[in-house]
């Protein structure tokens, strides 16, 4: 008996089927692909749906045209993608943080007040307004005694933690009218020099670090003779101080002659007897190689000496710091360091007090550091505002609170009462040279002389009382 054929006709034909729906399944199955896996986005910024497909055989549709980031945590965005007869849900996964801390916009700024108005913490608070939920708080040292702009400074922190700083201004309004240090009424200038009003005269302003000068008159420095001349100097709010001087073209101008007086130091000690007080002097390198042990038995109890000087970021040390420092020390010695300044930035203060500390390098010193201005001969060439310049004693003590000092404001008692701020708080050394002080504020050492002698140092010295009261 034979055996039947089997058939492969349906076999194929299967077979045919299965290869054409896989084809169609290739050629017709929605597919996508996308930029990134699972990326992560920043809460609240705009993030175009569109931007994230890299590549898709569809059309692509889907119900928003940007990525919700409204809150933090997982989410899932739904793509869908039509290609012939076949549509399909495709999900992508992302994460939303919040990474930037809250933004500060304020209601004005600067926040103007009038001189000798209350300001209160309550109502710099209704002057901030953030973007988003959070808490704030404020730093500022306003003072609204004196005119000037004082940055208020706001650190914000969010729910999620991120925090963020920014600033702005308190104006207590200038209403005062700019200082003359010098008129240059009486001035004389040399037949043949050239004439420039600045070399004559100085000026500054409590707020204003650029007042105005303008001159009416002329001088002929080609012809000796007085030549009168009119000074107007205004500043950016309007206050107008004027003023009229002489100016004389000679032929010759007289030297001074110098002082050959001194005032021994035993006659100091008698004439200033007293209880609480103690007897010292200032040097320098112009006191030249000090007997500090010669000095301390002729009964001076403290010495205060110059580091140096600094000017725009750089620190000049004196000559004879180190040898002041270590002999003074090896006698038995109290000892102050003052610093000469000249910087008129607040950068430039910190760069020159950087060096400074190296050259202290941690030394222990019987007073404060002592911040020393006394470059009022031609104020306006620095270009900075009374109310700029106490802020430069103010970094001066910050900074010098950080290496574990204290500090003191070295003046005379004119600049002490008419440029410096808040001396009734801040450690004083006092400069008058009088028989005894007429300066009506509180003051720690007095200096009173600059004629002193004394042995050990061959020369003049300055004399000062430390009051221990």
């Not at 990134?36 to 910024?45: G, Q, V, W, Y």
């Not at 005062?176 to 420039?196: Q, Y």
């Not at 040898?323 to 360091?337: D, F, H, S, T």
């Not at 007073?367 to 103010?394: A, M, R, V």
Request: glycine share 8%; proline share 5%; with cysteine.
């Amino acid at each position: 008996m034979k055996k039947k054929k089997r058939s492969i006709l349906p076999a194929a034909i299967l077979i045919g089927v299965l290869l054409t729906a896989a084809l169609l399944f290739f050629l017709f199955f929605p597919r996508i692909s996308f930029t990134e896996k699972h990326p992560t986005l920043e809460r609240m910024n705009e993030y175009p749906a569109e931007s994230f497909i890299a590549k898709a055989n569809g059309t692509v549709s889907f119900e928003e045209d940007f990525l919700p980031t409204e809150e933090v945590g997982e989410k899932k965005f739904i793509y869908s993608v039509k290609k012939g007869p076949f549509t399909r849900k495709i999900g992508f996964s992302y994460e939303v943080k919040d990474t930037v801390g809250p933004a500060a916009s304020f209601h004005k700024d600067p926040y103007e007040i009038d001189p000798g108005d209350e300001l209160t913490e309550a109502e710099l608070r209704e002057n901030v307004l953030l973007d988003e939920e959070g808490s704030y708080i404020l730093e500022s040292a306003v003072d609204t005694e004196f005119s000037g702009i004082y940055p208020v400074r706001v650190k914000a922190e969010d729910i999620y933690g991120n925090t963020s700083e920014s600033t702005f201004q308190v104006l207590v309004r200038d209403t005062e009218e700019p200082f003359v240090f010098r008129t240059g009424n009486g001035a004389r200038i040399l037949l043949g020099s050239d004439f420039d009003i600045n070399s004559i005269i100085s000026y500054g302003d409590n707020a204003d670090a650029f007042p105005e000068l303008k001159v009416e008159g002329e001088v002929d420095t080609s012809e000796t003779g007085v030549y009168p001349l009119h000074a107007t100097l205004t500043d950016s709010s309007g206050n107008v101080m004027e003023w009229d001087l002489n100016i004389s073209v000679v032929e010759e101008i007289p030297k001074n002659e110098p002082s050959d007086y001194s005032y021994p130091f035993e006659e100091f000690l008698e004439d200033y007897a007293g209880e609480g007080r103690k007897y010292g002097i200032d040097v320098s390198e112009w006191q030249g190689d000090i007997d500090y042990e010669a000095v301390r038995d002729a009964g001076c109890d403290f010495v205060i000496m110059r580091l140096g000087w600094s000017f725009e970021g750089d620190l000049h040390v004196d000559k004879k710091f180190h040898q002041n420092l270590e002999r003074a020390k090896e006698a038995g010695l109290p000892v102050g360091i003052y610093l000469f300044v000249y910087d008129y930035t607040e950068e430039d203060l910190i760069l020159s007090m950087e060096k400074m500390f190296k050259e202290l390098n941690g030394v222990k010193l019987d007073f404060p550091l002592i911040f020393d201005w006394e470059n009022f001969g031609n104020y306006q060439d620095y270009q900075i505002s009374f109310q700029g310049l106490n802020h430069l004693y103010d970094v001066f003590e910050e900074e010098a609170e950080k290496q574990g000092y204290e500090a003191m404001l070295y003046g005379s008692g004119f600049y002490l009462k008419n440029i410096w701020n808040h001396t009734d708080t801040r450690p004083v050394w006092l400069a008058q040279y009088s028989s005894w002080p007429n300066y009506a504020g509180p003051y720690e050492i007095w200096q009173l002389s600059d004629e002193g002698s004394i042995d050990g140092i061959d020369g003049p010295v300055d004399l000062n009382i430390l009051f221990t009261d």
